[in-house]
């Protein structure tokens, strides 16, 4: 074979590899963002971030409850990943725990909101997070617990939990409605993120105190507690917000 003609089958080889590889690349990247399952969470994380013209539209109103609901929504903004999400960085064996409502604004500016009354707790090693034990009021004689985190400056220098709470606080009574701090940027040793709230709802452990709120078989689905469907297996439509909003 003249030699030009073997140069130019190689070419064509290496160009062959390095489009498969780049298919093999997108649909990973794709799977991944998805949390192989499915989810489109992280599409309507981005539009948020990249957009802000698109904000309106998805955001939902925080403060106030749906017709009928226990519980306000603690924050205003985008319920971008929701209960049992295998989205980015969470997996399908590793789901989220609870929902994650971006607000828009700068760091430190946009109010986080008790629940539900009860009795808060902030332990003296956190920065940036709070807990909050209920009565629950869909299980009359459940005790049911909201953790809330990320409500502090990206590096973790400024906190922005309201001053009434410092570390260390125990057993606060706290009515619902209480203003407990601003939605912020800090993800303790993990990676940086776009400024959010994350909050759970966690089991008891029956002695005081509550379950490992990273696991998802340790909280409950909030769906009802919201009067909105917030557990993504139920795949509800996006933005999530009250029924007929
Ligand atoms: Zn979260």
New binding site residues.
């Given amino acids: 074979m003249p030699r030009a003609e073997r140069l130019r089958r190689a070419a064509g080889c290496a160009l062959l590899v390095i489009v498969l590889a780049a298919f093999a690349g997108g649909l990973l990247l794709y799977g991944w963002r998805s949390g192989f399952g499915g989810s489109t969470s992280n599409d309507y994380i981005a539009r948020w971030r990249d957009d802000p013209a698109s904000r309106p539209a998805l955001n939902t109103v925080g403060g106030v409850a749906c017709p009928g609901a226990p519980f306000i929504l603690p924050s205003s903004g985008l319920i971008g990943?929701l209960w049992g999400d295998p989205a980015a960085p969470y997996t399908l064996t590793r789901r989220?725990t609870?929902i994650?409502i971006f607000g828009a604004g700068e760091p430190g500016t946009v109010p986080v909101y008790a629940v539900y009354a009860g009795w808060l707790t902030r332990r003296p090693e956190w920065r940036s997070t709070v807990i909050i034990r209920h009565d629950d009021p869909l299980q009359p004689g459940r005790t049911l617990w909201s953790y809330y985190t990320h409500l502090a400056s990206r590096d973790g220098s400024v906190d922005f939990i309201a001053p009434q709470f410092p570390p260390g606080t125990a057993e606060q009574p706290v009515t619902q409605g209480t203003l407990l701090g601003y939605q912020g940027e800090f993800a303790g040793a993990g990676a940086p993120i776009l400024m959010h709230v994350?909050l759970s709802l966690v089991l008891d452990d029956g002695q005081g105190g509550f379950l490992n709120e990273a696991l998802l078989v340790n909280t409950v689905d909030p769906s009802p507690y919201f009067g909105m469907v917030l557990d993504i297996g139920a795949q509800p439509p996006r933005p999530v917000r009250c029924p007929g909003a």
Avoid: N, P, S
Wanted: charged content about 20%; cysteine-free.
């Fill in positions: 990943l989220h609870g994650d994350h």
